[in-house]
């Protein structure tokens, strides 16, 4: 029994001893309660407000755009935008002063504005700014902070403003190639959940929501040495002339890539929206004008593409007019009869014309629908036009004749250099490209489909040689050692009523080397004034000048070597 | 007896895991900082890189190399007759 005692007794203690500890607890719990409502509430409370839980934004950069080499075009840098919580800033008016100085704004008028939106969390002081200023800025002010943004620079500036485009301040595209490949440039921002502290800096991680995704790069098919060059003789030319606007084109003839497209007037894309429309637009894929003679190669392809000439076919032109439906088809004068190239050397009207006629209609509209006319150089641009060429059920018997040399049509310049193209590529369809492709298109474009025969693309060739030859109407275009074929074309503008008499737009198309064609260019100027306004005079020096570095600066091995050789040989006899 | 040795062991388990579950939080945090420090690194780098690629394109504008090469360096390109053709 006393054992029992005992052990009740000692149980006794334990039980008394167990319930002194959890009151212990108790109170300690209760009174460390206590303390931290009371005594530590405010520290606490502060302390809490410093760490935050946010999500915030993994900034994320634009893709660049960049030549065929990687030289850049575009591309972002970054930099820091200030923003301000207002209720917090306008606390502290002496670091917003010190602030505004520093940013350079008017310390009044961004007192005034905060005011007006005190009730916001967010606003801009100064976007896109130097990072390091903007640190300066922000540091240790409460109430300043900075957010990372990427600015769009342009190096090339407006030497491929049309080509390029530009963005607008939040980085989406607005024009040019920006905005054709917005959604592959374009940046994905990512976020993360992090805790903050109140100076807005990151003191731990806690996941990651989505992944910064930057923007992918595009490789256009553009040279910029090239690009410079074209765009140097062009400006040189317009200037010369004093001419309205002009473009230029060069395409690389066996890819159908643009190595080089320049338009005048032009912009400058770090200026973006300031500059007037007029400069903006990219004339090369959206204006069009009536080509005038540059067509008639294709006419003559049409032509012997259905084996109705050959080279020794003659045609008496004489007596330099003919009437066609009432109206007058002249030449400039009485050239009598003529062979094909000689047709093509003079430019006689009468000629081409007759050479037209030879073709139904739907068959005429058939070929000039094969090279492209009527249809958009399918290199997806914003105001990319097809020009305007007439189904033939619409032609009167004049639009048929007149068609023949360049009339009742109108292209534009890069329709006009595609067109050349197919004969230079031995007289296959060309697809027009403002990317970059891979080497192994040239391959590829080797199974494209014929618009005309080899045989006839090659003959055309030759003729066009011709045209620049010491007798035809683009003397100008020659490039000393190497073979080169064009065509000129001085095409009167339309006006209301008819045509204009004194306007005209000078053209010049042509490919180099004829024994191999690498390089296809073609030329406009609209309304030369000054200097001569013919095409041989005013377009073929641009082409002349812009082939001849091209060919160097691509290292295409000259073609004509004995002319380059009598050409030494008379400078040393002293001729 | 054997209880005991288990429950020791278990004890000595949880002690383990929960001086474990601190050193790796002291871990992560010092991980953590270290891999601010490099991003910051990094974010530097990609600003000075953009600084870079500017003042590059600005430098090598074709026009700038060509006024240069014309002007300072007095280059030129050679005449026709200056031509060499090597067989």
Redo the contacts between chains.
Sequence with gaps: MSDIDNQSLFFGGRHYFVLFVLLCLMIGLVGRALYLQIVEKEFLASQGGQRQIRTIETPAYRGAILDRFGIPLAISTPVDSVWVNPSEILQNLPALKLATRQLSINYISTVDNLKRKANKEFVYLKRQIEPELASQVSEGIDGIYTQREYHRYYPAGEVVGHLVGFTDIDDKGQEGLELVYDDWLKAEPGARRVIRNRKGAVIEEINQVSAAQSGKDVYSSIDMRLQYIAYRSLARAIKYHAAKSGSAVLLDARTGEVLAMVNQPSYNPNQGKKQSSDQRRNRALTDVFEPGSAIKPFTFAAAIDRGLYSQKSNIDTSPGWYMVSGHPIKDFRNYGVLDLASILRKSSNVGASRIALSMTEEELWQSFSDYGFGQAPGVTFPGESSGYFRHFADWQKLDHAIMGFGYGLSVSITQLARAYAMIANQGRHVDVSLIRKEPEAEIENRVQRHVMSSKTAKMVLEMMEQVVGPTGTAQLAAVPGYRVGGKTGTAKKSAAGGYDKDNYFSVFAGVAPISDPRLVMAVIVDEPTQNGYYGGKVAAPVFQEVMSNALRILDVAPDDIPSLQAQIADKETGV | MRRIFWVALLLAFVLGSALTVIYVKHES?VL?SE??NVQKKQ?QK??EW??L??QN??LA???NVESRARKTLKMKLPE??Q?V?LP
Aim: aromatic fraction near 4%; glycine fraction near 4%; proline fraction near 0%.
């Design positions: 945090r953590f891999l601010r974010d990609i600003i953009g600084r690629q500017l394109s600005t504008t074709h026009s026709t007759v031509l053709r």
